[in-house]
């Protein structure tokens, strides 16, 4: 089964602007990894950030963790047409495994 | 390239066919994944390997699924009897211990016709 949902499932924005979105889980966790995947292609990973950290940066990426709320958000500033691609959050539960959302869709349009 | 390497990236066989596929992990890592992945689906999880050792298998996968990772180093994924359902991407991924990051490889296509 799932464990976390992200949202929206499918996001459309213009070149250069912001696109934010949202991963909300059900269990604790050890820490969240962000990947993003290309149209058919295998995942490359973004970012971890573990329980105890609240926000994490990379490049244009800016990675925040609620625990109390059990969600994330994943921020990509000043979007690229490069930045078309679908993106998982995935949650390391302790149970030796990562367990996947479902994923958004995030299209930049030039 | 030292990154995660998979083959063959795409199969083709026929209902009832058996496959096998290989996944050659980033050499230092000490776990090896394997995921399914269908269309519009996030991966979902089907084993893992630390080293040599299986030590976990979802309790989705029937008994026509079989994986192995001799010597702990690479690993394959059998597929017994294949059905349609059996259509979808299978990706494996490396990690060098629990908590890190996990690399993944450009995956095999599955499609059963």
């Known amino acids: 089964s799932q464990q976390g949902e992200e949202d929206p499932q499918a996001l459309s924005i213009q070149e250069g602007e912001n696109a934010t979105m949202n991963c909300s889980y059900k269990t604790s966790i050890n820490n969240l990894q962000w990947y993003r995947q290309n149209s058919g292609r295998g995942l490359v990973h973004l970012i971890l950030?573990?329980?105890?950290?609240r926000e994490k940066h990379s490049g244009r990426l800016r990675v925040t963790l609620d625990t109390s709320k059990k969600s994330s958000s994943l921020l990509i500033t000043a979007s690229r047409a490069a930045d078309t691609a679908s993106y998982f959050c995935?949650?390391?539960?302790?149970?030796?495994?990562?367990?996947f959302g479902q994923g958004t869709r995030l299209t930049i349009n030039p | 390239d030292t990154g995660v390497s998979q083959d063959p990236r795409h199969k083709i066989t026929k209902r009832g066919q058996n496959v096998t596929f290989r996944c050659d992990p980033i050499?230092?890592?000490?776990?090896l994944y394997w995921y399914r992945q269908t269309l519009g689906q996030g991966p979902e999880f089907l084993t893992y390997?630390?080293?040599?050792?299986?030590?976990?298998k979802s309790r989705l996968l029937s008994d026509r699924f079989s994986a192995e990772r001799p010597k702990g180093s690479f690993s394959t994924l059998e597929i017994q009897r294949t059905e349609q359902g059996d259509s979808a991407m299978y990706l494996c991924a490396s990690s060098f211990w629990e908590g890190t990051e996990a690399f993944f490889g450009q995956g095999t296509r599955l499609t059963v016709v």
């Open positions: 950030i573990r329980s105890n950290e």
């Open positions: 050499s230092e890592h000490n776990r």
């Open positions: 390997f630390q080293n040599e050792a299986q030590l976990e």
């Open positions: 995935a949650t390391d539960i302790g149970a030796q495994k990562l367990v």
